[in-house]
């Protein structure tokens, strides 16, 4: 039966180039999971955007003397370009800045009002006297009162992720940009009432059915609702941003909260997609479905605002865009957030410019080798890290050795002793009609994987299953064979060639780009997945660019589909390339300024 399923991925913040650590913690494992139910046939939505009106946005455009806006439009262009060229599947990665964001995002907050879950408070904030302005909590920082970090942020600290529900509860704390001491104004802001929503049902919901959850995150979420919930401010003073919908002068220079709008986003990101597809409300198939499955592909620090403040905000506000009252939006099935990727024993760091940018990356080395040790080394349980020493020796004894030996081998042997014709295998036997059975077996058990979000699990036994093929290449020799008996060598080799077909679906999730080329190896037509476009979206008053994904032509399917004997196979090419262990120095070299706005 076809499912509905919803990919969410973390919206990261238009401020700098993406790296390796956003790659797999978010992105990456989010376009394993779509993909998959993409093979499964089932109807999978993937979006995401950049996220344009965080403070790190406007902090980058005051460093660069630039507007805010050709910042954001600077590096969201950039992501486009990473995600089409590393495969990251989008259905829409779009950007928090566009008029349907700006509607929804008002609407939720209209809807939370309407349903008396915003209340609103008084409170004293920073304001600097220098600039005659009240700052925004990431222009702020000072000494953590938990842990005594000297660099928290007013919102965070980064170093103990304590949530501050003011960032006047800072000890010291000063003006970021400047140094200079704050003092304390009193300003009015609207709150949402967490304790009132986790009294009707938001408590209910943490605590029923979330045993495919993974333990640090449900016991985060369930520990950080049990110790009791505060209101949390949903405007702030700023000029950049969503201005307040409400008729009141006092809010003319007010906008929502960035922690507020951005995870709106998921749900704006699919009414803009079902408005580019000519379906004004096909958005409402994984929304108001309760069939429908939404998963979150996010990073650790983001627990909290998808575990218990975004599934507040869709619980405060039933009754949206329906006749019904008590229609409620679906609530995350799964946030399977993953931990923090390192780099070679140490932080990754932008100020220190110590991390792997991307786009940089993929200048000189082919996407799967980078998804492919992002996978095997994601941060699915614990802290993980990059050293560029693992990623060649993985692309060398995996990739080469393992499966891309294993393919290059059987189609060279096909050319050279059939001359590229699929052989006729003749009556298999028990070892062949077994290691067919163990690939095809390799459904189900690799199946379960990727959709429990085990996907490094999964690449190992993709990898076992790879393993399994040489074996039994090893077991039949059919280059010895060929002397004597090429009736058994061609059996041998019709055999790991129906394997190697079942095999390059398997890997399809994480290495999409060689498995098209085994598919095309192998005799098959057509694309295994659709095609990432950049496509230019208008709209009333602005346009924006945004990554689309047009999949309806894909073949692919999660099925190993047999190779008939008699097929002429084109003459095969290598899959990856042997990478030199003097790469390793090169690459410590390399680091240096991430690319800026010229």
Known sequence: MTENILVCIAWPYANS??????????????????????????????????????????????ELGRPTLEVYEHFHARFLELFRQLGISYDLFTSTHTETHFQVSQDIFSQLLKNEYLYRKVTPQMYSPETGKFLPDRYIEGTCPVCGYAGARGDQCDNCNTLFESAAQLINPRSKQDQTRLELRDTEHFFIDLPAIAADALSEWIHDDKEHWRPQVINFARNFIDQGLIGRAVTRDMDWGIPVPVDDPDYASKVLYVWFEAVIGYLSATVEWARNEGDPDAWRDWWYDPAARTLYFIGKDNIPFHTVFWPAQLLGVRGLYSDNPHAQLNLPYDVPANEFMNMEGQKISGSRLWGVWMLDALQRYDPDPLRYYLTTNMPETRDSDWSWSGFIERNNNELVANWGNLVNRVLNMTQRYFGGVVPAPGA?????????????????????????????????????????????????????????????????????????????ILWAPVLPFTSQQVHEMAGEAGMLFGESVVREIEEKTR??????????????????????????????RPLFKKLEAELVEQELQRLGPKPVIQ
């Not at 390796?20 to 046939?41: E, F």
């Not at 994987?449 to 076992?464: H, I, N, S």
């Not at 020799?477 to 129906?498: E, H, I, K, M």
């Not at 660019?545 to 894909?554: K, N, S």
Request: proline residues 5%; hydrophobic residues 40%; charged residues 20%.
């Open 17 to 62: 180039d993406i790296h390796q650590g956003n790659v797999t913690g978010s992105h990456l494992p989010g376009d394993i999971y779509a993909r998959y139910h993409r093979l499964r046939g089932n109807r999978v939505l993937m979006v995401s955007g950049s996220d344009s009106h965080g403070t790190p946005v406007t902090v980058k455009a005051e």
């Open 428 to 504: 298999l036997t028990a070892a062949d009609e077994a290691l067919l059975a163990a690939i095809d077996e390799g459904f189900t058990s690799v199946a379960a994987l990727y959709d429990g979000c085990k996907f490094r699990a999964a690449v190992q036994e993709v990898l076992r299953l790879a393993t399994l093929v040489n074996q039994y290449l090893e077991e039949t020799s059919p280059w010895t064979t060929a002397r004597t008996d090429l009736d058994a060598t061609g059996r041998s080799l019709f055999v790991a060639l129906q394997a190697i077909n079942g095999l390059k």
């Open 543 to 572: 346009r924006h660019l945004a990554l689309t994904y047009e999949g309806g032509q894909a073949v692919g399917r999660w099925q190993r589909a047999p190779i008939p004997a008699g097929r002429q196979l084109p003459k095969p």
